[in-house]
């Protein structure tokens, strides 16, 4: 489980999350989104630990992240936009220093599972310049996924994927809810958010301005049951005149 509660990060006098609390069961995939500086990305390294915040709390799996950061990130996988891999390790080479990192004990078969899964056994003793933009994306997803996290975190995952590639890391997604994972779906793309997301938390300018199931959200700022997922973004941002073509 994740839990957010009022979380806020400032740097000097701009604040760019303000009081923001939410909640991500297990089974549950949150789709955040938001424009651009709406504070997604500062909310997702705040509540992972990656940057402190200025205020608030997160939990993850009941552990708080600044109390008990090791135990909390153990239960985690946060996996960014652009892959942070070692220029001289093979894919294998990563899997096996990634096991290492989590004490893993005969995670040979979980790992080639995980990357037929991602269509990259046949890359095993490949380097990293060696791999197109894809490939890196699916090894750094492979890597935060071997040590089964019960807290999974995509800041825009499909971004450099194929068409079969992101068809392949939605099953992935529903897989590790059905699984019982807590999931943040982080993304720009609202078809894919609409077509994977259970929850939805609607962010601008660091506030929430929507936060619920997907139906409960639509039901408050859709006219009707056809209304798409982009006019309820858009309606919720209050930008809706602006994204109208001249």
Excluded: W
Aim: charged letters at 25%; a negative charge; proline letters at 4%.
């Amino acid at each position: 489980m994740i839990e957010v509660s009022n979380l806020t990060k400032r740097y000097g006098d701009f604040t760019a999350v303000d009081d923001l609390s939410f909640t991500v069961r297990p089974g549950e995939v949150m789709g955040l989104v938001g424009p651009n500086g709406a504070g997604k990305t500062t909310t997702l390294r705040c509540l992972t630990g990656i940057i402190p915040a200025t205020l608030g709390h997160s939990r993850l799996c009941g552990m708080d992240v600044v109390a008990d950061p090791v135990g909390a990130k153990r239960q985690m996988a946060f996996i960014p936009d652009e892959p942070r891999l070692f220029d001289y390790l093979t894919v294998a080479q990563h899997l096996n220093f990634v096991a290492r990192l989590y004490d893993l004990g005969d995670y040979e078969a979980r790992a080639q599972a995980i990357l037929t899964d991602l269509e990259m056994a046949d890359k095993q003793q490949l380097l990293p310049a060696e791999l197109s933009r894809g490939m890196k994306q699916k090894l750094a997803i492979a890597c935060g996924l071997l040590h089964q996290p019960k807290v999974v975190i995509f800041d825009e995952p499909m971004t450099g994927l194929d068409p079969i590639g992101m068809r392949r890391m939605k099953g992935v997604m529903r897989r590790l809810a059905t699984e019982g994972a807590a999931i943040i779906l982080s993304s720009h793309l609202l078809g894919l958010v609409e077509e994977v997301c259970t929850h939805l938390l609607i962010l601008k300018n660091g506030v929430k301005m929507a936060d619920g199931t997907v139906a409960e959200v639509r039901a408050r700022f859709a006219d009707d049951a056809d209304t798409s997922l982009e006019d309820v973004f858009f309606r919720a941002t209050g930008e809706a005149d602006e994204a109208k073509l001249p």
